[in-house]
Every structure is written in C-alpha cells, then in structure tokens.
C-alpha cells in the first residue's frame, strides 16, 4: 500500500459528459501528479501541484483541469469527455515540489467513454 | 519524440536466472533515474532508483546500472522469481522538474 488513495476505481460515462477523479497523498507529501495512461502507452504527465498551486503542466488537454484544495488532496476535472479519453488516470505524490523525492503511486482510476 | 525508450514489450526468463531489463534515454539533462513495477489493476510501484552521479545502486535482488556516455540504463534482477511477472517501467527526471517522464514498459514473465 501506497499510501496514496484514489476515488472511484472504476468510472463509466459516456461522450460528453464531465467527470471528478480524487486523489488523497500519502500523510506529508504537499506535491500531487496526475498522470494518464492510454492502451499501450506509458504514462503521461498531466500536471502538477504543490501545496495547492500548480507547478508544472503537462500534456494536459484544455478540457481536463485539477486543482489542489488546503487539505491536500487534488482532483482531476474532465469536461467534454471524448471515446479517446478513456484511460487509466494515476494520481502519484511526493515530498517536495522539485526534489529528488521519489513519487508514490495511487491504484488509479480507470475511466471509459462509451 | 520518446525521450525514454524501453525497446522490448516483453521478456520471458527461467526462474532463477537472471532478468535484465533495458532503458535508453535521450535527454542529457536527465538526473535521476528510477525503475517501477506494475502488476495489473495496480498502480506502479517504487522498485530502486539512481542519480546521475553513480553509475550503479544495488538492492537486495535488484540492481540498477547507469551508462551515462550510451545514455542507457539497465535494471537486473536476480534471481528471477514468478512473483518478479510484472511490467516494468523506466522512468526519467529533469532537475527542478518534478514530474517523471516514463517508457512505455517491458512485460517480464519468470517461468517456474
């Protein structure tokens, strides 16, 4: 166990629709990462947050938005939802806004568009 | 353009033996290094890491090398045990940048 939670496990929704995924850092961490993983691809970074500003910015589409709340846990906001967006959606977190911290997965949240 | 490369999807090694698993990278500017283990419905999990300053960092069954000047690194591990099936990623950091930059993984089956 990460020590990271991720809310809910599985999501189905169709075309259009809006969807929240949440995630909860391990006790301590202030820096939360949202990555999305497609079918046979490796993981891309979507963005980032560091004590509830956003730090750096990935391959994040305009249609998908986060934000970091004062208790630390951070959602992932996706509107517009295309067939394409379906994909496993990790939400990792880690000591430090730039450090060497190693960062610590959640089970993910496996979203599919029909 | 994939800045972190693992060219095998897969692999298949004897239990017992040894299992090496292969990164290449392009980016000079990268510092740190970490591999990570997947087991399906799972997220991945931290396995062993490396600075750019070292070029090997061993743990327990796992050993990490790192060869700066081919831009590779290599994950071995030994010896292979049917709990070590899983899909490993190769995962890359820049700096001050905090996120990990990933390959795409190489799915290890050790055959009992």
């Known amino acids: 166990d990460s020590g990271v939670t991720q809310t809910p496990k599985h999501l189905i929704t169709a075309t259009g629709q809006r969807v929240t995924l949440r995630c909860s850092p391990r006790?301590?961490?202030?820096?939360v990462y949202w990555y999305q993983q497609s079918l046979d691809q490796g993981l891309q970074f979507l963005i980032q947050?560091?004590?509830?500003?956003?730090?750096a910015k990935g391959n994040i589409l305009e249609r998908f938005s986060a934000q970091q709340f004062p208790d630390l846990h951070s959602e992932l906001n996706l509107s517009s939802l295309e067939l394409g967006d379906s994909a496993l959606y990790f939400c990792?977190?880690?000591?430090?806004?730039?450090?060497?911290?190693?960062?610590?997965f959640g089970p993910g949240t496996r979203l599919l568009v029909l | 353009d994939q800045q972190v490369k693992q060219n095998s999807p897969s692999l298949s090694v004897q239990e017992g033996r040894i299992s090496i698993l292969n990164c290449d990278y392009t980016?000079?500017?990268?510092?740190?290094f970490l591999w990570y283990k997947k087991y399906p419905a799972e997220g991945p999990t931290f396995l062993i890491s490396?600075?750019?300053?070292?070029d090997k960092n061993e743990d327990g069954r796992f050993t990490v090398f790192l060869n700066k000047s081919a831009k590779h690194l290599s994950l071995h591990i030994v010896p292979s045990q049917p709990g070590d099936s899983a899909v490993y990623f190769c995962?890359?950091?820049?700096?001050?940048?905090?996120?990990?930059?990933f390959g795409k993984g190489t799915k290890l089956s050790v055959k009992p």
């Open positions: 990792a977190s880690s000591g430090g806004s730039g450090s060497v911290g190693t960062q610590y």
């Open positions: 006790s301590g961490d202030l820096s």
């Open positions: 980016n000079s500017m990268f510092d740190y």
């Open positions: 490396i600075s750019s300053i070292k």
């Open positions: 947050y560091y004590n509830g500003e956003e730090r």
């Open positions: 995962a890359a950091k820049e700096g001050s940048q905090g996120n990990l930059i």
